[in-house]
């Protein structure tokens, strides 16, 4: 199975930073990575899909980029809608893999 | 609009079986893959199986935690996919999420049902 590695589990940040959570695979999965975004109580929302594609209506402050076993989301600038946990999937192969999310909450 | 709202879950005990459904409305449902996802409370998302399209077969796949217990099935004709889970664990207690596949990615989630397995 592929694993997948996120980090930092947590952070904090102010409103405005540059945030960045980065995922790594246990093997190359080339650009076969999605970011999700879950707030607590909700379900989990498709931000970017093979590693850098915004999904439709995702605003552009999320990035994703990377190809291989290393890749990163970035949030431009935070804002209080975007506090929230974040995981990685790999759609590499079965079985299909999560990153064990970053938590990131308000400093 | 793509909608996916799953139903069916609850308390059951040990050893039980439960049946989830996942009604889809807004696209074809036949033309894509779907997947089962869950999430333990306090914990994060594990996938659990695969419903693939109807140009593949409606063939599966599933995690090895589930395989043997848990059976992905659709009714094309009601526009559902269904988990059927039988041998039930206290481990498997979480919200169960059905997932639209898009363009190879999970693109839309359902709001998610939530079975307890207690005693």
């Known amino acids: 199975d592929i694993q997948m590695t996120q980090s930092p589990s947590s952070l904090s940040a102010s409103v405005g930073d540059r945030v960045t959570i980065t995922c790594r695979a246990s093997q190359d999965i080339s650009n076969y990575l999605a970011w999700f975004q879950q707030k607590p109580g909700k379900a989990p929302k498709s931000l970017i899909y093979a590693a850098s594609s915004l999904q439709s209506g995702v605003p552009s402050k999320f990035s994703g980029s990377g190809s291989g076993t290393d890749f990163t989301l970035t949030i431009s600038s935070l804002q209080p809608e975007d506090f929230a946990t974040y995981y990685c999937q790999q759609f590499k192969s079965y079985p299909l893999t999560f990153g064990g999310g970053t938590k990131v909450e308000i400093k | 609009e793509v909608q996916l709202v799953e139903s069916g879950g609850g308390l059951v005990q040990p050893g039980g079986s439960l049946r989830l459904s996942c009604a889809a409305s807004?696209?074809?449902?036949?033309?894509?893959?779907m997947d089962w996802v869950r999430q333990a409370p306090g914990k994060g998302l594990e996938w659990v199986g695969r419903?693939?399209?109807?140009?593949?077969?409606?063939?599966?796949e599933y995690a090895a935690s589930v395989n043997g217990r848990f059976t992905i099935s659709r009714d094309a004709s009601k526009n559902s996919l269904y988990l059927q889970m039988n041998s039930l664990r206290t481990e498997d207690t979480a919200v169960y999420y059905c997932?639209?596949?898009?363009?190879?990615?999970?693109?839309?989630w359902g709001q998610g049902t939530l079975v307890t397995v207690s005693s």
């Open positions: 807004g696209f074809t449902f036949s033309d894509h893959y």
């Open positions: 997932v639209r596949i898009g363009r190879d990615y999970s693109d839309y």
């Open positions: 419903s693939r399209n109807k140009a593949n077969s409606y063939t599966t």
